[in-house]
């Protein structure tokens, strides 16, 4: 890639410290975590509330669906736009303005009365749902040494499960006593935390770099990593702006790229969320669970989920990522198949803990895998449209497994998921790259 000389500050010294996570990296990855406990609340709060809501406003499965995906579309639109703010912008911007956006609308659908007023207020909070993620998992990413890199991105999504534990929790607690409005109230504290974001956190040293901000990245940069920046040697260089810009992504090698990432988290995450969406319902509707009893089942599935983010955490950066999604989509597969045969209610818990198990590993390897790829100009931007062909596929599966559930299909739903995470596997096995211990200038993604 053609370069020239400039006056930015090359921030390749972050790759290279390795020593104990400065007070700074700390806040930023606690924050990261709190925005995927957050946005997994908001998100899966809409599951929980759908078989109350089925039965309140009289809704056939394909309806449901239809209210189920409102949100989704709406992420899908968020990530491919919020992607391109935070690079224009900066990752603060990004962050900040997703979580108070979601935080203040899921609040306000406390108010709907009616399924109009439900699915557009979904559709908006989708819209800075779907754009947090990318960001915060960008933020990370280019704050941190290569050999921890793959962990500390996987960091935060652990915490996603627990905000899917959370609303299942809070499902059980707020719904038979308060109906299922109340759920939406509790989606005003993520404001708090765009608070944080925008007064105690800095701005991430690669992009005050790529945008010729010296003086403050040097900051930044000293901040980050616990030093002094008077000691601090840096490097003058940087690439030219008109050969940085969204282009990149057009041309080889970033295009062959940007189409695995977006190929791995469609196929993928249209069984993740299909199922994570569906499975209360599920429950209360195909196998005749009371609410308690689905919530309860749905919650301990979630702790299992935080088992599989956390197996992810310790095996990342030993194994690579690669590994995440052979053992996760793969082993998804087949516990997929099995799930649709079970009838007994111990045996149904069971195949949905170990498949929520296995999708968390895969989901987390989908986390880590678009920040390494691409270069910070446009890294927000790659990770972000990586995301949104997530979100639509997730958009899609509600859809296509409402369909199914409304013709008593019940075996398509798991036929279409291990179809879709064997492809998963198939791409990441032919074209998937792997990131193991490389620095962002290795992989060509400075």
């Known amino acids: 890639m053609p370069t020239v000389s400039d006056t930015s500050v090359n921030v390749a010294g972050i790759e290279s410290v390795s020593g104990p996570l400065s007070r700074v990296q700390k806040m930023v990855v606690g924050a990261a975590s709190a925005g995927?406990?957050?946005?997994?609340?908001?998100?899966?709060?809409?599951?929980?509330?759908?078989?109350?809501?089925?039965?309140?406003?009289?809704?056939?499965?394909?309806?449901?669906?239809?209210?189920?995906?409102?949100?989704?579309?709406?992420?899908?639109?968020?990530a491919m736009v919020w992607g391109p703010i935070a690079d224009r912008f900066g990752r603060k911007a990004g962050f900040a303005g997703t979580v108070f956006g979601f935080s203040l609308l899921s609040c306000a659908t406390a108010l709907v009365t009616n399924t109009t007023q439900f699915i557009v207020l979904r559709f908006l909070t989708g819209l800075f749902l779907g754009g947090m993620l990318p960001v915060v998992s960008v933020m990370v990413a280019e704050q941190v040494a290569a050999e921890r890199r793959g962990r500390l991105v996987a960091l935060p999504p652990i915490f996603w499960p627990v905000g899917l534990f959370l609303a299942a929790v809070a499902s059980f607690v707020l719904i038979p006593r308060f109906g299922w409005h109340s759920l939406f109230l509790a989606g005003l504290l993520?404001?708090?935390?765009?608070?944080?974001?925008?007064?105690?956190?800095?701005?991430?040293?690669?992009?005050?770099?790529?945008?010729?901000?010296?003086?403050?990245?040097?900051?930044?940069?000293?901040?980050?990593?616990?030093?002094?920046?008077?000691?601090?040697?840096?490097?003058?260089?940087?690439?030219?702006?008109?050969?940085?810009?969204?282009?990149?992504?057009?041309?080889?090698?970033?295009?062959?790229?940007?189409?695995?990432?977006?190929?791995?988290?469609?196929?993928?995450?249209?069984?993740?969320?299909?199922?994570?969406?569906?499975?209360?319902?599920i429950l209360a509707l195909h196998f005749g669970m009371s609410l308690a009893r689905a919530f309860g089942y749905t919650a301990l599935v979630g702790t299992f989920a935080i088992l599989g983010k956390i197996t992810a955490f310790f095996t990342i950066d030993r194994f690579g990522r690669k590994q995440l999604f052979y053992v996760g989509f793969g082993m998804s597969a087949l516990v997929a198949l099995l799930f649709g045969l079970l009838r007994?209610?111990?045996?149904?818990?069971?195949?949905?803990?170990?498949?929520?198990?296995?999708?968390?590993?895969?989901?987390?390897?989908?986390?880590?895998?678009?920040?390494?790829?691409?270069?910070?100009?446009?890294?927000?931007?790659?990770?972000?449209?990586?995301?949104?062909?997530?979100?639509?596929?997730?958009?899609?599966?509600?859809?296509?497994?409402?369909?199914f559930m409304a013709r008593q299909l019940y075996y398509g739903i798991f036929i279409t998921m291990a179809v879709f995470f064997g492809v998963a596997c198939a791409i990441i096995f032919l074209f998937g790259i792997e990131a193991k211990g490389k620095t962002l200038e290795g992989l060509g993604a400075e």
């Open 36 to 78: 995927y406990l957050f946005d997994a609340f908001d998100t899966y709060i809409v599951s929980f509330a759908m078989p109350a809501i089925v039965v309140e406003w009289r809704l056939s499965p394909v309806f449901n669906g239809v209210l189920a995906s409102a949100g989704m579309w709406g992420m899908f639109i968020g």
């Open 190 to 281: 993520p404001a708090l935390l765009a608070v944080f974001v925008i007064t105690k956190l800095p701005e991430s040293p690669r992009w005050l770099a790529t945008h010729g901000r010296s003086r403050r990245e040097t900051q930044a940069l000293s901040a980050v990593n616990g030093i002094d920046s008077q000691r601090q040697s840096v490097d003058t260089t940087r690439k030219a702006a008109e050969n940085r810009s969204l282009i990149l992504l057009l041309r080889p090698p970033y295009l062959q790229r940007l189409a695995m990432t977006t190929s791995v988290l469609f196929f993928g995450f249209f069984g993740y969320y299909g199922f994570a969406l569906w499975l209360p319902s």
């Open 344 to 403: 007994q209610p111990l045996h149904l818990l069971a195949g949905a803990c170990a498949l929520s198990f296995f999708l968390e590993e895969a989901a987390a390897g989908c986390v880590v895998l678009p920040t390494e790829l691409f270069p910070s100009e446009v890294r927000g931007t790659a990770n972000s449209w990586s995301s949104a062909a997530g979100k639509l596929a997730a958009a899609f599966s509600p859809l296509v497994f409402g369909f």
